[in-house]
């Protein structure tokens, strides 16, 4: 079942911050995140794994509570680069390998 | 050139006509995956495969065919293709614990079907 993404498009200015939420109503093993530039193919950012864990990625990082099968992006002083569309994809418990994705957030960034 | 390639990268093609996306990936990696990118639908999954000779179907399968005979190539196949078919495809693949690892996405394929 494809996860919640919230919300679909954001606008920030440059140095703001921003949080993409990811949520599913199935028990999760692990959850990825993804950025997609426009005409390109999507590129991997981290996966989190269940245990609660927290990661970074420059100024990126997220967060995965799996007791409430949510995911969270964190954008830390967003820069224009940060500009495209986030996804994220979930690995349910008994879900095999398949990760499902979200239909994405839409982030623009502008100076 | 190592990586995961996919041809071609743009196509045209009638109603009814079968059609075959390639994908390539020099890495060995087990796992490759097809999915379908839609405006509002994010990427969704046609068919993935874990090993050759393994292939499953992800969420919307129908329409589509696909093989793996070698670990490095992945073809879909459109038996006849439909106008709702129109989408870009991405062709991914991972390592073995993908669990654990991240998907490498190929660059698309852009279909139209008129």
């Known amino acids: 079942q494809q996860p919640v993404q919230s919300p679909q498009a954001v606008i920030l200015r440059e140095g703001e911050d921003a949080v993409i939420n990811c949520s599913s109503s199935?028990?999760?093993?692990?959850v990825h995140w993804y950025r997609q530039k426009h005409g390109e193919a999507p590129v991997f950012l981290m996966i989190?794994?269940?245990?609660?864990e927290q990661k970074g990625h420059e100024k990126i990082s997220a967060s995965f509570n799996e007791k409430k099968q949510q995911s969270s992006l964190y954008l830390t002083a967003s820069q224009l680069s940060y500009s495209g569309t986030y996804f994220c994809g979930t690995h349910e418990n008994t879900g095999g390998f398949k990760t499902i994705f979200g239909a994405g957030t839409r982030l623009f960034v502008k100076a | 050139d190592a990586g995961i390639t996919q041809s071609p990268r743009y196509k045209i093609t009638e109603t009814g006509r079968q059609v075959t996306l390639m994908c390539h990936q020099t890495?060995?990696?087990?796992?490759m995956f097809w999915y379908r990118q839609d405006l509002g639908h994010g990427l969704r999954l046609i068919y993935y495969?874990?090993?050759?000779?393994?292939?499953d179907k992800g969420e919307v399968p129908d329409g589509y065919v696909v093989s793996r005979s070698k670990t490095e190539n992945f073809p879909l196949t459109l038996e006849s293709a439909t106008r709702s078919q129109t989408s870009v495809y991405f062709c991914?693949?991972?390592?073995?614990?993908?669990?654990?690892?991240?998907?490498?996405f190929g660059s698309g394929t852009r279909l139209t079907v008129v």
């Open positions: 890495w060995s990696h087990s796992y």
């Open positions: 989190l794994l269940k245990g609660g």
């Open positions: 991914a693949s991972s390592e073995a614990t993908v669990r654990m690892n991240g998907y490498t």
């Open positions: 199935k028990a999760l093993y692990s």
């Open positions: 495969s874990a090993a050759a000779d393994i292939t």
